[in-house]
């Protein structure tokens, strides 16, 4: 059974630093590509990054270019979202995503979420 | 990057069929047949109802299928049951090598 588990979520003032993961199993996490989503309280979804299976390639949407970094390690079969710089409109439940097989350009599994909260 | 553009919400009766719309451009849902939809309950996590524009996953009920003309993709669910009342999100591969998704319905089962 394919499994995301996020952590790592809390209340961070604005400015702070969060590193958020993701534990993957019931798959071979190292042959997909994965991705972060994000909901702000009462809104829709927002993709926020997705990296390729071995890490070379990853793509952010342009609001966290040059303040959030995603990672993976595929030993540990763990995502990571390390956050900096963080803003109040960064507040959100942010769910790790698996993509779909053979480059599907879809989610085909996501996690219950970790909820970020930015303020002062 | 703007989010495509759906209805707000979009209601019927049990029983009757329904269509969610999902606007885009020639960057995203025109550019490529890689349009899914994912359905969303309160407090809960999204999940996958369609992928690449028409294509079930197993488990996904029948009654649920997808389609796309131009920039424009749909959603149509039909034989409406009250457990399909949720928020409902499209979304789309670009050709800038990101996602965007829909900004989402909420259905109402009347």
């Known amino acids: 059974e394919v499994q995301l588990v996020e952590s790592g979520g809390g209340l961070v003032q604005p400015g702070g630093s969060l590193r958020l993961s993701c534990a993957a199993s019931?798959?071979?996490?190292?042959?997909?590509?994965m991705t972060w989503v994000r909901q702000a309280p009462g809104k829709g979804l927002e993709w926020v990054a997705s990296?390729?299976?071995?890490?070379?390639?990853?793509y952010y949407v342009d609001s966290v270019e040059g303040r959030f970094t995603m990672s993976r390690d595929n030993i540990k079969n763990s995502l990571y979202l390390q956050m900096n710089s963080l803003r109040a409109e960064d507040t959100a439940v942010y769910y790790c995503?698996?993509?779909?097989?053979?480059?599907?350009?879809?989610?085909?599994?996501w996690g219950q979420g970790t909820l970020v909260t930015v303020s002062s | 990057q703007s989010a495509l553009t759906q209805p707000a919400s979009v209601s019927g009766s049990p029983g009757q069929w329904i269509t969610i719309s999902c606007a885009g451009t020639s960057s995203d849902v025109g550019a490529y047949n890689f349009v899914s939809w994912y359905q969303q309950h309160p407090g809960k996590a999204p999940k996958l109802l369609i992928f690449?524009?028409?294509h079930r996953p197993s488990g996904v009920s029948t009654r649920f299928s997808g389609s796309k003309s131009g920039n424009t993709a749909s959603l149509t669910i039909s034989g409406l049951q009250a457990e399909d009342e949720a928020d409902y999100y499209c979304?789309?591969?670009?050709?800038?090598?990101?996602?965007?998704f829909g900004t989402g319905t909420k259905v109402t089962v009347l």
């Open positions: 690449d524009v028409s």
């Open positions: 019931g798959f071979t996490f190292r042959n997909f590509w």
């Open positions: 995503a698996r993509d779909g097989e053979w480059w599907g350009r879809y989610f085909d599994f």
């Open positions: 979304s789309s591969y670009t050709k800038t090598f990101t996602f965007v």
């Open positions: 990296m390729k299976q071995d890490g070379s390639e990853q």
